[in-house]
């Protein structure tokens, strides 16, 4: 049987969603300029931006690049939230993806970086992700992600099950041709782990 979490309750339900992923303590984390400056990229790089939520990553991105910056989401709500936060930003270079992570509607060595914070969690299979992940980048392009792992604290992450170590993360990645280069743990039992296609 297939669960998938990805229940839309309506309004108020996204409302809320919204509220949380813009949240200002998210930013306190992990700043996410901080986060893509610690990524290896030009201002040329294209960019894949998974799960993008609400563009927590995808807006910034799309300041530091003049590349394309892609954000992909199942949520057309939230595309479209991205897709008005940009035009304010006056962003011309962020294109919407309607698709799922297991499945990139992008040519094969399309991008330079694809970035995940806290999405890899929530798919079915972390292996077909990255899978796809390994298609979309580039050899010598990066992967960057954001996770929880709270093992050994008292921190309240997504349920244990779901979580995915660095440890887990490095070997999967090792196994689609991606070398970890950066791995550091943050404050709430977040990590951020940047990984290089060798391959």
Not at 6 to 20: I, L, P, S, T
Not at 75 to 83: A, N, P, R, S
Not at 84 to 95: D, F, G, I, S, Y
Request: proline share 4%; net charge negative; hydrophobic share 40%.
């Amino acid at each position: 049987m297939n669960h998938h979490h990805h229940n839309h309750h309506g309004e108020a339900g996204f409302k809320r969603k919204v509220d949380y992923l813009d949240r200002p303590e998210r930013s306190e984390v992990l700043a996410p300029e901080e986060f893509l400056q610690r990524i290896p990229m030009e201002k040329t790089a294209s960019i894949l931006d998974l799960g993008a939520g609400t563009g927590f990553l995808t807006i910034p991105a799309a300041k530091k690049v003049e590349n394309t910056v892609f954000a992909l989401d199942l949520d057309t709500k939230m595309l479209e939230l991205i897709e008005t936060k940009a035009k304010t930003a006056e962003l011309a270079n962020v294109k919407t993806l309607e698709a799922s992570m297991d499945d990139i509607p992008l040519e094969t060595s399309s991008v330079d970086v694809v970035l995940a914070s806290l999405v890899l969690h929530e798919a079915d299979s972390l292996a077909d992700v990255l899978r796809e992940v390994s298609r979309v980048v580039k050899t010598g392009g990066y992967f960057a992600s954001l996770e929880f792992d709270t093992k050994g604290t008292d921190l309240k992450g997504p349920p244990m099950e779901i979580q995915i170590s660095a440890e887990k993360l490095k070997e999967e990645l090792a196994g689609f041709g991606f070398e970890v280069v950066q791995n550091w743990e943050l404050d709430e039992g977040m990590y951020v782990s940047i990984a290089e296609k060798k391959e």
